[in-house]
């Protein structure tokens, strides 16, 4: 588990493993009517701000290695695998490398540059309130990740890293999910694919419009929003 007394333990994982799995708690007065399932949340820009802490470290990727990166570009596609970003600014034998150095980066600056999105906090413990349990399903490396959550002060009930578009869908599946909020395109698309709520929210590079052309059932304008929409799609399923 993720404690916020000292720094986080950063060993390896298999990409696209289950970082954190808890065993079974009861968060509240258990399932009540609604759609029965976890409910995953995607991590940057959706439940945590770390737009400062990802440009930062870009910024130090193209001054250690003379790259000329784009931030502004940057910030269009965020939410994307770190390698994918690293393909626009470095040949294919680079990407590695420069991925290394972005990392060794992050997970210096996230502590200062990360903070908590408003609602985040309240959003989590709604789900947990209604009996289910909280899934975060992040593009993120996992070293990336808990120097993120710790930042915060969040933390899921299970914890899928490295995965992103049609690799989330497979997860949500997996995790027989019942709705999930991201902050981008992808995360609509993905969310549909699986079948589960798409909730959309206006945190990230994408506009409402962006996110309902994927998919979105609703946007939300921020995830203060989300407790009292996800209580309505409760009863109305009951």
Not at 3 to 29: H, K, M, N, V
Not at 188 to 209: D, I, K, L, R, W
Not at 214 to 230: H, K, M, Q, T
Request: aromatic share 6%; net charge negative; charged share 20%.
């Amino acid at each position: 588990m993720l404690s916020q007394a000292g720094p986080a333990p950063l060993r390896d994982y298999p990409l696209g493993c289950l970082l954190i799995q808890s065993e079974e708690t009861s968060f509240g007065p258990g399932p009540g009517p609604g759609p029965a399932g976890p409910v995953g949340f995607d991590l940057d820009l959706t439940l945590i701000d770390s737009q400062a802490a990802i440009l930062a470290a870009w910024a130090e990727v193209a001054r250690e290695t003379g790259a000329c990166i784009d931030l502004d570009s940057v910030t269009r596609r965020m939410g994307i695998k770190l390698e994918d970003e690293a393909a626009f600014w470095f040949p294919a034998g680079k990407r590695n490398a420069a991925a290394d150095i972005y990392r060794r980066h992050y997970v210096r600056l996230a502590p200062e540059l990360t903070t908590r999105l408003p609602g985040a906090g309240e959003a989590l413990d709604a789900v947990r309130q209604a009996g289910e349990r909280v899934i975060i399903i992040t593009a993120k490396h996992p070293v990336s990740v808990g120097p993120s959550l710790i930042a915060a002060g969040l933390e899921p009930d299970d914890l899928y890293t490295h995965v992103y578009g049609p690799e989330k869908a497979a997860v949500l599946t997996k995790v027989g999910a019942a709705v999930y909020v991201g902050d981008a395109p992808a995360d609509m698309a993905a969310a549909a694919e699986a079948g589960v709520h798409a909730v959309g929210v206006a945190t990230g590079s994408f506009s409402a419009a962006d996110l309902r052309a994927e998919g979105a059932e609703v946007v939300l304008d921020s995830l203060r929003e989300f407790p009292p929409w996800y209580a309505a799609l409760r009863t109305a399923s009951g």
